[in-house]
């Protein structure tokens, strides 16, 4: 018997679900936290967005305002991947195997789904085709979107080591970031932040990591620290078995 297996006992059903109901409270409890808190975190205020940044897309350049492609809201994922890099983040890869799927769902709720990365679109667009993906992606190379929404960070900041991430300043190890940004943008096409969420604030983009709370085995990263996500790779780089 397995390591694991000898920490749980064996019940019976009915001892079993006398056993989970006991929790079944402290989880709803937490779910109608989560509620009220998602309801605040709408409520924040706005900041209007009065820089013009353009990007570059594979319909051609265009501006955070057009982004939206017609609709109100615009829910951009800061995808991992730098001027200099060969192929994107495979965490943030993890995060987007699972777009192409919510982007179709959100649009019938009045939202643009993207993500933006600041490779250039001669990057983004092999690497799109080699994943697979369909979502629409953006680069911010070349203008001042990343830096501005601190998922980039120069070279001086780099060196000096204490710099703004995750509304905090203690920096962040490498020059480039994630975050999950949302914006909206009215009918006279004033475009507003309304959200951003930073570190393991945009964990619920991992979708793999829903289910891995509830195996027995749980995440299994505590031997791989200080860098538990060490066991990521792009879904084409995984061996048939572990």
């Known amino acids: 018997m397995s390591a694991i297996a000898e920490q749980h006992p064996v019940v019976s059903q009915q001892e079993w679900v006398k056993t989970r109901k006991s929790l079944l409270a402290e989880e709803k409890?937490?779910?109608r936290e989560q509620d009220a808190l998602s309801r605040r975190l709408r409520?924040?205020?706005?900041?209007?967005v009065d820089k013009n940044y353009v990007f570059d897309t594979s319909e051609g350049k265009k501006t955070l305002a057009e982004l939206f492609d017609g609709r109100s809201?615009?829910?951009v994922y800061h995808f991992m991947f730098g001027p200099e890099w060969d192929t994107g983040c495979p965490r943030c890869s993890m995060a987007a195997d699972h777009f192409d799927r919510a982007v179709?769902?959100?649009a019938q709720r009045d939202?643009?789904?993207?993500?933006?990365?600041?490779?250039?679109i001669e990057k983004l667009e092999p690497f799109k085709k080699r994943m697979g993906w369909q979502f629409p992606w953006a680069s911010s190379y070349g203008n001042d979107f990343n830096f501005d929404y601190r998922v980039s960070f120069t070279p001086e900041e780099m060196q000096r080591g204490q710099f703004d991430y995750n509304y905090n300043t203690k920096g962040f190890p490498a020059d480039e970031a994630t975050d999950t940004s949302v914006f909206y943008k009215d009918e006279a096409e004033n475009v507003f932040h309304t959200y951003s969420s930073y570190a393991r604030g945009g964990e619920g983009m991992?979708?793999?990591?829903?289910?891995?709370?509830?195996?027995?085995?749980?995440?299994?990263?505590?031997?791989l620290r200080p860098d538990p996500m060490a066991w990521v790779r792009h879904h084409d780089r995984y061996k048939a078995s572990r």
């Open 29 to 31: 409890a937490l779910m």
């Open 43 to 48: 409520d924040l205020p706005w900041v209007k």
């Open 73 to 75: 809201q615009l829910v």
């Open 104 to 106: 179709v769902h959100l």
């Open 111 to 120: 939202v643009t789904m993207m993500a933006i990365s600041r490779a250039p």
């Open 206 to 223: 991992l979708l793999p990591y829903h289910f891995l709370d509830l195996v027995p085995k749980g995440r299994d990263e505590e031997h």
